[in-house]
């Protein structure tokens, strides 16, 4: 079963503007973390915040946690046609033992 | 560091037939973690192992299939008695257990 799930599950924007996908998770978290897929291809990790963070920012990302709405955000500024793929957030209660993944964003980027 | 590899990248397979696939981890990795991903869906969790322990399996997981890290080293998959709906991409992570997952490239299999 879904832990996540994402919002919205299709995105489409133009090159240079901002894009912002939503994860709800449905139980007590030790982490969050993003990870990209690109289509074919496995996932591949972006970034991780832990429960008592509350925001993380990693190059052209932008992470934000809230555990009481238990939902975080993603925001990749400045988009590039480089970033169509698509995103799945993933949690886990500790220890990264049963890792859970959302439903997922596809992001297109058009040049 | 050469990656999560996993063996074959395609499989195409008649129902009712068996099928194995494999898994190599990043070789300091004690986690290792199986996936099912079917199209425009995420990863639903099937299995994961530290060393050759097997510590949960989803019920995802029927009889059908079963999973084994004998060496604590590369994993198998096994489906017995293929069905159509056990066409997915399988997914393949491995981790210290103290990082994020890193993933293969699946395998992708087709049952006619």
């Known amino acids: 079963s879904q832990q996540g799930e994402e919002d919205p599950q299709a995105l489409s924007i133009q090159e240079g503007e901002n894009a912002t996908m939503n994860c709800s998770y449905k139980?007590?978290?030790?982490?969050l973390q993003w990870y990209r897929q690109n289509s074919g291809r496995g996932l591949v990790h972006l970034i991780l915040?832990?429960?008592?963070?509350r925001e993380k920012h990693s190059g052209r990302l932008r992470v934000t946690l809230d555990t009481s709405k238990k939902s975080s955000s993603l925001l990749i500024t400045a988009s590039r046609a480089a970033d169509t793929a698509s995103y799945f957030c993933a949690t886990d209660s500790g220890g990264y033992q049963k890792v859970t993944f959302g439903t997922g964003t596809k992001l297109q980027v058009i040049p | 560091d050469t990656g999560v590899s996993q063996d074959p990248r395609h499989k195409i397979t008649k129902r009712g037939q068996n099928v194995t696939f494999r898994c190599d981890p990043i070789s300091e990795h004690n986690r290792l973690y199986w996936y099912r991903q079917t199209l425009g869906q995420g990863p639903e969790f099937l299995t994961y192992?530290?060393?050759?322990?097997?510590?949960?399996k989803s019920r995802l997981l029927s009889d059908r299939f079963s999973a084994e890290r004998p060496k604590g080293s590369f994993s198998t998959l096994e489906i017995q008695r293929t069905e159509q709906g056990d066409s997915a991409m399988y997914l393949c992570?491995?981790?210290?257990?103290?990082?994020?997952?890193?993933f293969g490239n699946g395998t992708r299999l087709t049952v006619t």
């Open positions: 915040i832990r429960s008592n963070e």
């Open positions: 192992f530290q060393n050759e322990a097997q510590l949960e």
């Open positions: 139980t007590s978290i030790n982490n």
């Open positions: 992570a491995s981790s210290t257990g103290a990082s994020p997952l890193h």
